[in-house]
C-alpha cells in the first residue's frame, strides 16, 4: 500500500495536478489530504473537485477553512476591510457545494489501519507549541535559510534535534501513542521518527515556504506494516501560475495580495511574514492593535511597502 499525503495547496491547482499525477504515477493507493487548500491562488474550486475525485483515507478543512466558515457568521463583521479582501474574495467565488463541502470536513481525525495508528492533523501542537520551536515555523526558517543556506537534509536533523531539546516538547511526544502522524500547516516538507512514532509533513504543494517553489508531497509505503518515507518535490509551471493569478479578479480587488502570493509562488520564500510584520509596525504607528486595520492604516502600509524589493521603503 502507497499512501500519498498532501497538504496546503492554497487554490494553486497546477501545482495540485502535477504532484497528484506524479503519486499516480508511482503507485499511490489511497490519498491523504491535511487542509488548507484555499485562501491563495484562486483556483479552489479546481482543486476541490480534484480533491473530491480521488481515493482518500483522509481530508481534513485546515485553518483557513475555518476563517471560510466563520465568515458565515461573526467573520462577516470583516466585509469589505482591504486586510481580508482574500478571504472575501474567496469566499465569494466558492461554490455552495464546495463551501458546504469544506464545512463537512474535520478539523483532525483518528483511524486503524492494520493495526496501527494513523492520526491526522493540520496544525499539530506538539510542532507549533509556545513557546516555539522555531525551527518549524515559516519566518524563522526563511531569515536562517537567508543568512546561511543550508540543505534538506540537514535542515531534518536539526529540526529533529531541537524539537527533542525540549523537555516539555519530549515530555509530550513520550506520551504519544505509537503510531503515524500526519500533519501540516507550517509549509516546510518534514518528517522523523521517534520511538515508534513516525511524524510526516509533506509540506506545501503550490505555497511553498521552504525555499523550493516546486511542489511539495509525501509518499509513505506500507510493505507489510514495514514502512518507508519517501519526499518528493514536483516541478510544475510557476509562471503559469503567476500569470493566471495576476489575470484573476483577484488582482483587481487586493494587487497587494497579488503581489505577495506571485512572489511566494515564484520563489519558495515565505512573504506573508515580511509584509505582516510590517503590517503591525504601520498599525502601531497609528496608535493602533488587532484586526482588522481599517483601510486608512491599509492603504498607509501598502503606500509604505516597497514591492519591488519586498521591504519597508524607509529601510
Known amino acids: 500500500m ?188 518534514f518528517n522523523m521518527e521517534h520511538e515508534g512514532k513516525l511524524f510526516i509533513n509533506p509540506g506545501s504543494c503550490g505555497f511553498a515556504a521552504d525555499c523550493d517553489c516546486t511542489a511539495a508531497y509525501t509518499l509513505l509505503h506500507d510493505k507489510g506494516g514495514t514502512f518507508r518515507v519517501e519526499e518528493r518535490r514536483v516541478e510544475y509551471d510557476t509562471q503559469k501560475a503567476a500569470q493566471n493569478l495576476r489575470g484573476s479578479g483577484l488582482f483587481d480587488v487586493s494587487p497587494l495580495w497579488v503581489s505577495v502570493i506571485e512572489r511566494q509562488t515564484l520563489t519558495g520564500r515565505d512573504c506573508f511574514s515580511p509584509f505582516l510584520t510590517h503590517l503591525n509596525e504601520v498599525k502601531r504607528s497609528f496608535g493602533f492593535e488587532g484586526d482588522p486595520a481599517s483601510d486608512h492604516i491599509w492603504d498607509a502600509a501598502v503606500e509604505a511597502w516597497d514591492a519591488e524589493n519586498f521591504k519597508p521603503k524607509r529601510s
Not at 515559516?138 to 543556506?149: D, L, M, V
Request: charged letters at 20%.
Open 2 to 189: 502507497i499512501y500519498a499525503a498532501f497538504s496546503d495547496m492554497h487554490g494553486n491547482s497546477l501545482a495540485f495536478e502535477a504532484g497528484v499525477a506524479d503519486a499516480k504515477k508511482r503507485g499511490a493507493d489511497k490519498f491523504i489530504i491535511l487542509g488548507d487548500f484555499m485562501n491563495g491562488l484562486p483556483f479552489v474550486n479546481v482543486v476541490i473537485e480534484l480533491i473530491r475525485g480521488l481515493d482518500t483515507l483522509a481530508v481534513l478543512r485546515g485553518n483557513h477553512g475555518d476563517y471560510l466558515i466563520d465568515y458565515q457568521g461573526e467573520g462577516r463583521s470583516t466585509k469589505g476591510f482591504k486586510q481580508f479582501s482574500l478571504i472575501h474574495w474567496c469566499y465569494d467565488i466558492l461554490t455552495r457545494e464546495n463551501l458546504e463541502y469544506i464545512a463537512s470536513l474535520p478539523a483532525e481525525a483518528s483511524l486503524e489501519v492494520n493495526g496501527r495508528g494513523f492520526y491526522f492533523y493540520h496544525n499539530f501542537p506538539l510542532f507549533y507549541r509556545n513557546p516555539k520551536v522555531t525551527e518549524f515555523h515559516t519566518s524563522h526558517f526563511r531569515i536562517k535559510y537567508e543568512e546561511s543556506p543550508f540543505t534538506h537534509e540537514e535542515y531534518l536533523a536539526n529540526a529533529k534535534a531541537a524539537l527533542l531539546s525540549r523537555s516539555d516538547a519530549l515530555g509530550e511526544l513520550n506520551k504519544l501513542p505509537r503510531g503515524i502522524y500526519f500533519f501540516g500547516h507550517n509549509h516546510i516538507q
